[in-house]
């Protein structure tokens, strides 16, 4: 794939944007967007950057019926002095083909992604919010859209990736959150689809969502599909505990999504020289450190919200209070050191951030 | 909702009809479709036929990210005396409401979906095929359309129906199938979605039929995601087995999908005083049974397929050849009936077929 390839065509009318300090989550999107098509004579083909427009396609389409397909979630960040950093976009990328892998959807080339990425965020990069707490979401996402009803893997898809100008993923910034144990519903077993980033692992996760909703919880605890005892994931975030000075989260074991903050967290707790274990923890194991008081702090961790401090869990009819309902001193820790680097105030000693120059997004303007 | 509301916009052209001794599965479609919105605000809204169009979308609609979709599948048929029938529709849009209800989409109202049905198919009462075997198979499908990235229920939604003139869906037709039982990959597990119709279900089972397609068969048995020792369907169809003249079926358990046709096969072997159970059956009594000779029969029930009889299994290594590989005499009975009555050639002593007639489809052309 000859990355060079990428055409731009310009918008002719610029959208207006909105204040940068009265940002939502996804609801506005920018002027461009990426857009690559597949078939099964071309492969992956005609890689361009285009006005932001709506998608046509045939309702007899695959992705109506049979919820072929993948995405990502990442950011762009404006630094002070005006440079663009993303956050391990490689590692978007190589997980996209991961979950691509498990859907049958054809690898895309991780380079020409980053290389459009790139480009893309440069077209709008007046659209990059400056205020604290805000960014600019990235979505890349395949759908599969060839008309036909048999179930099997579409000979046509469409990779796309639009921006969204974002501010904080809770409304209550980096207040803790309340969390339900969600002991009806399953997220995820082995063999699922639950290390895929794809559509049905959200669809089924609604239901759970909107009943511990009714009950005042901003999000549901998974736990595993089979025992219903070891925990799996919170919400669309991993999670981590601190027990008595030892920071657990849960393995990796065939059915949670491999989180990037997730993977950064880890590694600049080994950095700090702080033990961190990933192993099965059960809800029982959790329970009992908050009987005897080791259970120190809780958070969650995603792209959307970076760390999400977790004040309380509820379990079987019991209400287990966090930290006092506070954030812990390392959600804070973890969440200043992280979003400093993601936005280039503080050092990298780990070389996370990427910087999106012109001479890393050259393109053919048309 | 005043069903007397559908409104109906014809085509201005008409499309050119298969050939209907040469008809696929699901790649060609008739000249209308029937579409409905809803709207926070105005609930389910404009109801309409409208000729066969595609559908344009926000990029960041719900449907292309987080899967929250479900559908149906129903077919009608033409008698030789010029009569259309449909079988047992109204079960296919009960089940739709539950599956709705499990992915937190609004109730449709039934009664107007069917006679929105009806009135689709006299529409187009042209495209149903006459040939053996074929029929107008009938996807009605609820999509999620708003264009927001956070995770939640759309506000926006359609529910659009189309038709597709159909042959059989095995190429094979009749002939008995191979099977290999899956022992890696996972359907669904109870507190999932699977006994909802909805695209994930569909999009995780891709890749165990890609594996198994590639070492000579069709389709997978897929086993529970607990044990993965327990039977629950086969690729997208219900299984029964024939094991010393008792006919079992894996119970609704709460992970598989509670199909049309094995309601009806339930409902037509109490009628024929053949005793049928619904009990949990693992893959080791299947094998126990072919190995002491008592496997008489298996198959496979669904819209698509009717009556799929299995040749064969494939589990550990080992080949269970079933009935010598041949249709057992039953499963040929059972298809023999229920085509028979879908197709109006048989008598129909449970009252299942639906008679689709200009007065039951009463609209306003425009």
New interface residues.
């Given amino acids: 794939m000859n990355t060079q390839n990428i055409t731009i065509t310009l918008s002719e009318t610029k959208k207006e944007k909105p204040q940068s300090d009265q940002l939502e989550?996804?609801?506005v999107?920018t002027d461009h967007?990426f857009m690559m098509d597949y078939t099964e004579e071309l492969g992956w083909h005609d890689p361009r950057i285009v006005p932001?427009?709506?998608?046509?396609?045939?309702?007899?389409s695959m992705?109506?019926?049979?919820?072929?397909?993948v995405?990502e979630g990442l950011k762009a960040y404006l630094t002070e002095d005006e440079r663009i950093l993303l956050f391990r976009p490689e590692k978007n990328f190589q997980r996209l083909n991961k979950s691509n892998d498990?859907?049958?959807i054809p690898e895309i080339d991780e380079e020409l992604a980053l290389t459009a990425l790139k480009q893309l965020i440069e077209t709008d990069r007046e659209w990059i919010p400056t205020a604290e707490g805000t960014s600019l979401?990235i979505?890349p996402?395949v759908?599969s859209t060839e008309?036909?009803?048999?179930?099997?893997?579409s000979g046509s898809y469409k990779f796309?990736m639009?921006l969204?100008p974002v501010g904080s993923y809770y409304k209550e910034g980096i207040h803790p959150v309340k969390i339900a144990v969600e002991t009806?519903?399953?997220?995820?077993?082995?063999?699922?689809?639950g290390t895929a980033k794809?559509?049905?692992?959200?669809?089924?996760?609604?239901?759970a969502?909107?009943v511990s909703g009714k009950m005042g919880y901003s999000q549901v605890l998974w736990l595993d599909?089979?025992e219903?005892k070891y925990i799996e994931e919170v919400?669309?975030m991993n999670v981590f505990f601190k027990i008595n000075g030892e920071i657990i989260t849960p393995a990796l074991n065939g059915s949670i999504l491999q989180g990037v903050t997730r993977t950064s967290i880890i590694e600049l707790l080994k950095y700090w020289n702080i033990p961190v274990t990933e192993r099965r923890i059960s809800m029982e194991e959790v329970r009992q450190a908050h009987k005897n008081g080791t259970l120190e702090e809780a958070f969650g961790t995603g792209t959307a919200a970076v760390i999400s401090p977790i004040g309380e869990f509820f379990w079987q009819d019991e209400k287990l209070l966090i930290n006092e309902g506070k954030t812990g001193e390392l959600s804070k820790k973890l969440y200043d050191t992280l979003t400093g680097i993601q936005r280039g105030k503080l050092e990298d000693p780990l070389d996370w951030v990427v910087e999106v120059t012109k001479a890393s997004s050259l393109s053919t303007v048309r």
């Fill in positions: 989550f996804g609801q999107f967007m932001y427009q709506p998608i046509t396609l045939d309702p007899a992705i109506f019926h049979y919820g072929q397909s995405f498990r859907l049958c979401y979505r996402f759908i008309p036909y009803l048999g179930v099997a893997p796309i639009i969204s009806q519903f399953v997220r995820a077993v082995n063999g699922g689809t794809t559509g049905g692992n959200y669809a089924s996760s609604l239901k969502q909107e599909g089979v219903k919400g669309s």
